[in-house]
């Protein structure tokens, strides 16, 4: 008798830890499940230190209609379609494993501080969340995507089923506007240029585009037309001095679009203290001076002479 009731005994408080334990595990592993969580709304600002600009840092605040990208001088509206985007991963980020736990193992997840993008977000001065965001996989047969996450100062590395390491920044340049034009090509009906003291004006008719009463090779124009919707620009120029604008500028072309009131404005300068001399500027872009390199860009633009030949 004194058994039984002893095994009882036993059983009851077996029970007990088995209970105790399963609860637990399970409170454990939805910790692990749910990294973060944060409700977006609440978010005022993000300071990022991406991994192309050698993690110097720049922050994107919240304005009342807008988001704002700043970085030391520079300040900028940001698209907020990619600010919505970066916004969506951060509300929810679930991993259902750990894939590293020594700082030996970041660097195949692309988690190191140096190769790692750091984010860090903010409700007011208060700081929510701060984590490295790593490598981004994509399995082409399940569809299924993995981007890699370690909390600054942890050593576990995280596998989480999210898309957060497509649409972390990894550079500056990420927020900013590259217009140059307007996507619309087909509706371009008048494009003039001016330089050199003269003006050449190409005007789109029934019988095709004109010019000097001349109807222009429609093979040529088409080409450069095809070109156009091609532009975008590439290299940045921060440090243009715009009191030199008037000394500086090389040529001016307008394009002018059936369904706008005034035409898009490109200014081209040539400064030939610099290794790429050409620097365009976009009357829809204002805020924003592009060199022209590699890419044509001046080339393709201000290349009408050559639909003359």
């Known amino acids: 008798m004194k058994n039984k009731h002893l095994l009882a005994i036993f059983l009851g408080l077996l029970f007990v830890f088995l209970t105790a334990q399963f609860l637990f595990e ?5 910790f692990e499940l749910d990294l973060v969580q944060l409700d977006t709304s609440a978010i005022t600002s993000l300071k990022i230190y991406p991994k192309e600009d050698q993690q110097v840092p720049f922050s994107l605040e919240r304005e009342a209609q807008f988001w704002a990208a700043s970085k030391e001088n520079i300040t900028f509206q940001v698209n907020p379609t ?7 991963q951060l509300s929810r980020i679930s991993s259902d494993s750990i894939v590293a736990k020594e700082a030996t193992d970041w660097a195949k997840f692309e988690i190191t501080p140096e190769l790692g993008i750091r984010i860090q977000v903010y409700s007011g001065k208060k700081m929510l969340e ?3 965001v790593g490598r981004f996989d994509v399995d082409l047969n399940t569809q299924q995507f993995t981007s890699y996450l370690r909390f600054t ?3 576990e590395v995280y596998a989480t089923r999210s898309e957060l390491g497509k649409y972390a920044p990894k550079s500056f340049t990420t927020y900013r506007n590259r217009s ?6 087909s509706a371009i009906e008048q494009i ?4 050199g003291g003269e003006e050449k004006s190409f005007n789109k008719t029934s019988v095709g585009w ?3 009463k001349e109807v222009v090779d429609s093979l040529k124009m088409t080409n450069y037309l095809n070109q156009l919707e091609k532009v975008v620009g590439a290299n940045f120029v921060d440090n243009f001095d715009e009191v030199r604008q008037s000394e500086l500028l090389y040529g001016t072309l307008h394009l002018a679009y059936s369904h706008l009131p005034d035409p898009v404005v490109i200014k081209a300068y040539r400064d030939s203290s610099r290794t790429l001399p050409f620097i365009l500027h976009a009357s829809i872009n204002k805020d924003s001076y592009f060199s022209s390199g590699e890419d044509g860009m001046f080339e393709t633009l201000f290349g ?3 639909l003359l030949d």
């Open 130 to 132: 701060d984590f490295y």
């Open 82 to 88: 990619k600010v919505h985007a970066l916004l969506v």
């Open 192 to 195: 003039t240029l001016q330089s």
């Open 153 to 155: 100062g942890a050593k």
């Open 26 to 30: 399970k409170k454990a592993r939805r």
């Open 180 to 185: 140059i034009l307007y996507p619309e090509i």
């Open 210 to 212: 004109v010019h000097n």
């Open 304 to 306: 009408l002479e050559d």
